[in-house]
């Protein structure tokens, strides 16, 4: 798996954040980045880092609108999903347009997993291609 960390000027096109799918009224319930990968937990409805362990199950429902950091955990926090556009690439990551990205470790996805949640629109944006409630066992 070849991990493709977020960029310095990470950040989203405001016409996709508008019309893509959002879930508002959450609350973070620990820290992350500005459009991290993030999912709900159904044990306290509380937003989390994505997860894509081998050993536990891929839960992603899309990329954080804001960061959270350790005294702000149980702020507001949206949900941008399907059909948003972010600036989330380095230069020197190499991916060619079109390349499909899965959720890998904290603040970054990979290039291979187990089910896609974006894919490279160029060599710095990404679109987010799955919507809320990806949810599956990791054999």
């Known amino acids: ?3 493709v960390a977020k960029c310095a000027n990470v950040g989203y096109d405001a016409l996709s954040a508008q019309t893509c799918v959002k879930i508002s009224e ?3 319930g620990e820290k992350f980045g ?3 990968p993030v999912y709900i937990a159904d044990s306290d409805g509380l937003v989390y880092m994505a997860t894509d362990d081998p050993t536990n199950e891929l839960n992603f429902d899309g990329f954080a ?5 350790s005294d702000m955990i149980g702020s507001p926090v949206t949900i941008l ?4 556009i972010m600036e989330w690439l380095e230069d020197s990551d190499n991916v060619s347009p079109g390349t499909l990205l899965y959720v890998g470790a904290a603040n970054a996805l990979e290039t291979t997993g187990t089910t896609a949640v974006a894919m490279s629109v160029n060599s710095k944006e990404i679109i987010c291609i799955a919507g809320p409630g990806v949810r599956a066992a990791v054999a």
């Open 1 to 3: 798996m070849a991990a």
């Open 26 to 28: 959450l609350f973070a």
């Open 34 to 36: 500005l459009l991290s």
């Open 65 to 69: 609108s804001r960061a959270i950091d």
């Open 81 to 84: 999903s399907h059909g948003v």
